[in-house]
Nanobody, 118 residues
Framework: QVQLVESGGGLVQAGGSLRLSCAAS????????MGWYRQAPGKQRELVAS???????NYAESVKGRFAISRDNAKNTMNLQMNSLKPEDTAVYYC????????????WGQGTQVTVSS
């Protein structure tokens, strides 16, 4: 059974920082691409940042220069460092990973709430 577990959400004032973490556990060969998505109330889920196994990154325009995604392939973990947070960053943040077992499947974490107060 493969699981993704997120941690690190919370309440922060505008201009503050938070660090989200995601850990993959279970029985699998490897973790391919990983990413963070977010969903605000009444809005569609959107990509925040993604990272390949080789370390290539991609960011939504709205977070470029403020957020940094990283991963540790040996530990099957991924982090999202969020700086200069804005109220519009308020959302539930989800971890997604493509996990390689006998095939490649996408898994999602349970989500972690990030609330930025003005």
């Amino acid at each position: 059974q493969v699981q993704l577990v997120e941690s690190g959400g919370g309440l922060v004032q505008a201009g503050g920082s938070l660090r989200l973490s995601c850990a993959a556990s279970g029985s699998f060969f490897s973790v391919a691409a990983m990413g963070w998505y977010r969903q605000a109330p009444g809005k569609q889920r959107e990509l925040v940042a993604s990272i390949t196994r080789g370390g290539s990154t991609n960011y939504a325009e709205s977070v470029k220069g403020r957020f940094a995604i990283s991963r540790d392939n040996a530990k099957n973990t991924m982090n999202l460092q969020m700086n200069s947070l804005k109220p519009e960053d308020t959302a539930v943040y989800y971890c997604k990973a493509t996990i390689i077992t006998s095939r490649a499947l996408d898994y999602w974490g349970q989500g972690t709430q990030v609330t930025v107060s003005s």
